[in-house]
């Protein structure tokens, strides 16, 4: 798909000339560190915006995004010259624009639910998405020390929000762009040793091309196009990771991609490629049938093809490569140009419902609309309207339920900063304790020893956490309920360490739906040993997780112990 460029897009609609026109005008003075204009982050922001297929109104703010926060323009002047719409989607874009990830590695999920719940529209998410991909690819003009910081924001936090919207070659791209600069020294190793098998995998795969194109041909097949997909270096050091650094194991270092018309034409299509070359027994994945979560959809098969070489195919219809590629924004783009056809339903998978929660809401936009007005409507975002996000001054995400004060969110905290407070501060001024915070709130608890809780909390206190703990100490409980019932588990890990270990331990505690909350690391042995405490106290779980984190070979031993 051709990017379309700004002067195309200033010739189709009034509203993109006139933001243009604006944002060229009020960053005039602005420059990047890269030296180039200011005005050109807007443009190129606005142009992937363009070419990931989103409306007018998505491209106009996309050319504003920065104007309300780095220039004396102001958010109301905008409403007046531009519209409600417009200006609610820059005030989002400004509002995500404030969140920073710290480095604190159990917060990352609930910073990517709070940028989701700040966003209210999936709009916003996708043209932070084109903001932040173009400061990737300019990140190299900035300081060290910030560089690191905002690549790890972009792997840990954008990336996977992009994945999880579908827009798998996005999320790569900010992977990919984010990894030399967290991984140096493995980025410099994988140069060295990948590039040629690269270059050599490509040379293949371009004689294999024509030899599929004939078989598919000659049985009526219409294809849309073959090519191949080099695999990206951040996933490629992970797989690396599993497989003793050999790049020989690796048989999706250069995949095939065959694109055809129909669904009916992807299975025809993976019967004339087995019948070509067998399969490799295991490797066939149906991801059309059970699409992955993020509602990806492809057939992968694993062959041994010309010269009894393992090569990876994927087929797909056009449709789904486009879903694959933007996710989420592709199905915008179709709805702009059906406007009244509807899209064929995915079918249900098997995973934890909890976690996919929103996910299955995401997927309840493919559902038949009347008109793009109506499909507008669908992409406000509402699965997080029960639950809220605020910050720790330290910067810490806490989730708290909707309706949650200032004393929800201290026992939250801790159960000695919730019995000792005595006030709080609410984005700086001091705020009643039964006031009702809100997401992006950034909340200071103020404490005296030797407090104890008032029972008129109880009226307007939201969670059981708080409730708890505040009849507890009215009744001289607190040490009980503190110190001898367990509330913790502590896993307790013996390792050989080597770089993106801890990761790799997070990532498996994380995917098994875990909340981590205290991680610490003994270095001063022969095998450094790492102790993880996690919220929840049941043994079939934890044994359940440790199985899990067993097949990582650099785990010596690991065992738990309630707290």
Same mark, same amino acid.
């Given at each position: 798909m051709r990017a379309p460029k700004i002067d195309e897009l200033i010739k189709t609609s009034d509203v993109i000339k006139r933001a243009y026109a604006l944002s060229k005008k009020l960053h005039e003075s602005q420059k990047r560190k890269t030296g180039e204009p200011y005005f050109n982050h807007a443009v190129a922001t606005a142009e992937n915006i363009a070419e990931w297929g989103l409306d007018e109104a998505s491209i106009a703010a996309g050319l504003l995004h920065d104007t309300v926060e780095d220039t004396d323009y102001s958010l109301d002047q905008l409403r007046k010259d531009f519209g409600d719409e417009i200006a609610f989607l820059v005030d989002g874009v400004t509002k995500i624009g404030k969140i920073r990830y710290r480095g604190v590695e159990r917060q990352v999920e609930n910073l990517r639910k709070m940028i989701l719940a700040l966003s209210q529209d999936i709009r916003v998410v996708i043209i932070k998405l084109a903001d932040r991909l173009h400061n990737m690819q300019t990140l190299g003009a900035l300081p060290p020390q910030k560089q690191k910081r905002i690549a790890l924001e972009t792997m840990e936090i954008y990336s996977p929000i992009a994945y999880?919207?579908?827009m798998q070659r996005i999320s790569g791209e900010l992977e990919d762009l984010a990894f030399p600069f967290i991984y140096p020294q493995e980025y410099r190793w994988l140069l060295s040793h990948v590039k040629e098998k690269y270059e050599e995998r490509e040379k293949y795969t371009d004689k294999v091309k024509p030899v599929i194109m004939e078989a598919l041909r000659k049985a009526g097949i219409e294809v849309i196009s073959i090519d191949s997909r080099a695999k990206r270096y951040s996933s490629l050091y992970k797989k690396l990771l599993r497989y003793d650094m050999d790049v020989d194991k690796i048989y999706d270092l250069v995949a095939l991609r065959i694109i055809v018309k129909s669904i009916e034409d992807c299975y025809a299509a993976l019967g004339i490629v087995h019948n070509l070359w067998p399969p490799l027994p295991n490797r066939i994945k149906d991801y059309i049938a059970l699409p992955k979560p993020n509602?990806?959809?492809?057939?992968?098969?694993?062959?041994?093809?010309?010269?009894?070489?393992?090569?990876?195919? &994927?087929?797909?219809?056009?449709?789904?490569?486009?879903?694959?590629?933007?996710?989420?924004?592709?199905?915008?783009?179709?709805? &702009?140009?059906? &406007?009244?056809?509807?899209?064929?339903?995915?079918?249900?998978?098997?995973?934890?419902?909890?976690? %996919?929660?929103?996910?299955?809401?995401?997927?309840?936009?493919?559902?038949?609309?009347?008109? !793009?007005?109506?499909?507008?409507?669908?992409?406000?975002?509402?699965?997080?309207?029960?639950?809220?996000?605020?910050?720790?001054?330290?910067?810490?995400?806490?989730?708290?339920?909707?309706?949650?004060? !200032?004393?929800?969110?201290?026992?939250?905290?801790?159960?000695?900063?919730?019995?000792?407070?005595?006030?709080?501060?609410?984005?700086? =001024?001091?705020?009643?304790?039964?006031? =009702? %915070?809100?997401?992006?709130?950034?909340?200071?608890?103020?404490?005296?020893?030797?407090?104890?809780?008032?029972?008129?909390? #109880?009226?307007?206190?939201?969670?059981?956490?708080?409730?708890?703990?505040?009849?507890?100490?009215? =009744?001289?409980?607190?040490?009980? #309920?503190? =110190?001898?019932?367990?509330?913790?588990?502590e896993l307790r890990v013996i390792i050989e360490d080597r770089p993106g270990l801890l990761k790799d331990i997070t990532d498996i505690i994380a995917r098994s739906h875990v909340n981590m909350t205290a991680i610490n690391t003994i270095t001063n042995a022969r095998y450094p040993i790492i102790r993880i405490r996690c919220d929840f106290v049941n043994k079939d779980k934890t044994e359940k997780l440790i199985v899990k984190l067993k097949k990582l070979k650099e785990i010596k031993e690991i065992s738990f112990v309630l707290v």
């Amino acid at each position: 798909m051709r990017a379309p460029k700004i002067d195309e897009l200033i010739k189709t609609s009034d509203v993109i000339k006139r933001a243009y026109a604006l944002s060229k005008k009020l960053h005039e003075s602005q420059k990047r560190k890269t030296g180039e204009p200011y005005f050109n982050h807007a443009v190129a922001t606005a142009e992937n915006i363009a070419e990931w297929g989103l409306d007018e109104a998505s491209i106009a703010a996309g050319l504003l995004h920065d104007t309300v926060e780095d220039t004396d323009y102001s958010l109301d002047q905008l409403r007046k010259d531009f519209g409600d719409e417009i200006a609610f989607l820059v005030d989002g874009v400004t509002k995500i624009g404030k969140i920073r990830y710290r480095g604190v590695e159990r917060q990352v999920e609930n910073l990517r639910k709070m940028i989701l719940a700040l966003s209210q529209d999936i709009r916003v998410v996708i043209i932070k998405l084109a903001d932040r991909l173009h400061n990737m690819q300019t990140l190299g003009a900035l300081p060290p020390q910030k560089q690191k910081r905002i690549a790890l924001e972009t792997m840990e936090i954008y990336s996977p929000i992009a994945y999880r919207l579908g827009m798998q070659r996005i999320s790569g791209e900010l992977e990919d762009l984010a990894f030399p600069f967290i991984y140096p020294q493995e980025y410099r190793w994988l140069l060295s040793h990948v590039k040629e098998k690269y270059e050599e995998r490509e040379k293949y795969t371009d004689k294999v091309k024509p030899v599929i194109m004939e078989a598919l041909r000659k049985a009526g097949i219409e294809v849309i196009s073959i090519d191949s997909r080099a695999k990206r270096y951040s996933s490629l050091y992970k797989k690396l990771l599993r497989y003793d650094m050999d790049v020989d194991k690796i048989y999706d270092l250069v995949a095939l991609r065959i694109i055809v018309k129909s669904i009916e034409d992807c299975y025809a299509a993976l019967g004339i490629v087995h019948n070509l070359w067998p399969p490799l027994p295991n490797r066939i994945k149906d991801y059309i049938a059970l699409p992955k979560p993020n509602g990806y959809r492809s057939i992968h098969t694993t062959v041994f093809c010309v010269d009894n070489r393992i090569t990876e195919v &994927q087929i797909r219809t056009q449709e789904m490569h486009d879903e694959a590629e933007i996710g989420i924004a592709a199905h915008w783009a179709y709805e &702009q140009a059906k &406007q009244s056809k509807a899209y064929l339903e995915k079918k249900a998978i098997s995973a934890d419902k909890k976690e %996919l929660q929103w996910v299955q809401q995401l997927r309840n936009w493919q559902k038949e609309f009347n008109t !793009p007005e109506e499909f507008i409507e669908s992409l406000k975002i509402d699965f997080f309207k029960d639950r809220i996000f605020v910050i720790t001054p330290q910067g810490e995400v806490i989730d708290l339920p909707a309706g949650a004060t !200032p004393i929800d969110f201290a026992y939250q905290i801790h159960t000695d900063v919730g019995n000792a407070c005595t006030g709080a501060k609410v984005n700086g =001024k001091i705020s009643a304790l039964d006031h =009702k %915070l809100h997401s992006g709130d950034i909340v200071e608890v103020m404490t005296q020893k030797n407090k104890k809780p008032s029972e008129s909390w #109880l009226e307007f206190v939201k969670t059981a956490n708080a409730r708890n703990h505040i009849k507890a100490a009215l =009744k001289g409980k607190a040490a009980r #309920l503190d =110190k001898t019932e367990p509330k913790e588990t502590e896993l307790r890990v013996i390792i050989e360490d080597r770089p993106g270990l801890l990761k790799d331990i997070t990532d498996i505690i994380a995917r098994s739906h875990v909340n981590m909350t205290a991680i610490n690391t003994i270095t001063n042995a022969r095998y450094p040993i790492i102790r993880i405490r996690c919220d929840f106290v049941n043994k079939d779980k934890t044994e359940k997780l440790i199985v899990k984190l067993k097949k990582l070979k650099e785990i010596k031993e690991i065992s738990f112990v309630l707290v």
